[in-house]
């Protein structure tokens, strides 16, 4: 019986559907051939390779900016009266500058007041019409030179890395960030504190109010090392470990770490230069994890 229209159109849409599948079922093989079934498929981890830094090892100071040497300014003559004041506190002067004008007794005539040296008038108490004298109050007092310290405290441990030269930032309120060196260090510690006490002579041409507070940083030494940032740093009961990333999975280093800076920290022992390190290291990530790493931008480093 010859085969009608219709079903020799539906045998050539069987025949392609079997063709179609014969095909797919090939081409298998060859796609699990492309594919490793050893490669990790973990979560996208942000890494950056364990690199030398310098860190400063710093001591930190506070105290109070107060006059290095200040000098008393008297008349010599006893019953003098002030006729003209020529300076005000906060002015700077000469040495010989006059600073005031006093009237000697009986109308004998007048004498002036110099700076015995040059610096900053700090006080004054010379008004017109008050009696001076040169055993009374100083009519003005000078800081020698307009030169200051900021006298701090520090603790006994700290006072041995201490030595006259070592630079040191410091910032006063309403002065902000002023250069210094460390002056003077006290030969002995305060026996009720515990603290000993450093002179930090401060050096710039900004005006500085005596007893003000003030904050300084010394540099007391340098270390050079490995460095990642803090966030990379596992604190736990078995010490300070590092993730780090091999063949795409995750290990864990137990480190030493050093000094701390702009929030990165020294790393001693645990990494050599070059190890691809965990950016943001955590508890989700585990010993063996697979991971795909993704290099951190340098901006972000």
Do not use: H, W
């Not at 004498?111 to 610096?119: E, K, M, R, S, T």
């Amino acid at each position: 019986m010859p085969m009608s229209n219709f079903a020799r159109d539906i045998s050539r849409r069987l025949l392609s559907l079997l063709v179609t599948g014969l095909l797919a079922l090939a081409s298998l093989p060859a796609l699990a051939a492309d594919e490793d079934p050893d490669a990790p498929k973990g979560a996208a981890v942000t890494v950056l390779k364990a690199a030398k830094s310098c860190f400063s090892n710093l001591v930190e100071v506070t105290g109070l900016v107060l006059a290095r040497e200040e000098t008393a300014v008297r008349p010599e003559r006893q019953g003098l009266k002030v006729a003209e004041v020529l300076v005000d506190a906060g002015d700077t002067v000469t040495a010989g500058q006059s600073l005031a004008r006093l009237n000697l007794p009986d109308g004998g005539g007048s004498a002036l007041v110099q700076a015995p040296i040059a610096g900053l008038i700090s006080s004054s108490s010379a008004v017109v019409g008050a009696m001076a004298s040169g055993k009374g109050e100083a009519l003005f007092s000078i800081i020698s030179r307009s030169e200051f310290d900021l006298v701090g405290l520090v603790p006994t441990q700290d006072v041995a890395k201490l030595a006259v030269n070592q630079p040191a930032s410091i910032r006063i309120p309403g002065a902000g960030d002023v250069d210094g060196r460390v002056r003077r260090i006290a030969p002995t510690i305060q026996p009720d504190s515990q603290l000993g006490q450093v002179f930090i002579a401060i050096t710039t041409n900004r005006r500085l109010l005596v007893n003000s507070s003030g904050r300084a940083l010394i540099k007391t030494g340098q270390s050079c090392g490995l460095a990642v940032p803090l966030t990379a740093v596992l604190y736990g009961t078995g010490g300070t470990v590092v993730q780090v990333v091999r063949r795409q999975r995750v290990e864990t280093k137990r480190v030493e770490i050093g000094l701390m800076a702009g929030g990165q920290v020294e790393i001693r022992e645990g990494l050599i230069e070059g190890d691809i390190v965990v950016a943001r290291a955590g508890s989700l990530l585990r010993e063996g994890d697979p991971v795909r790493p993704v290099t951190a931008s340098a901006d972000a480093q």
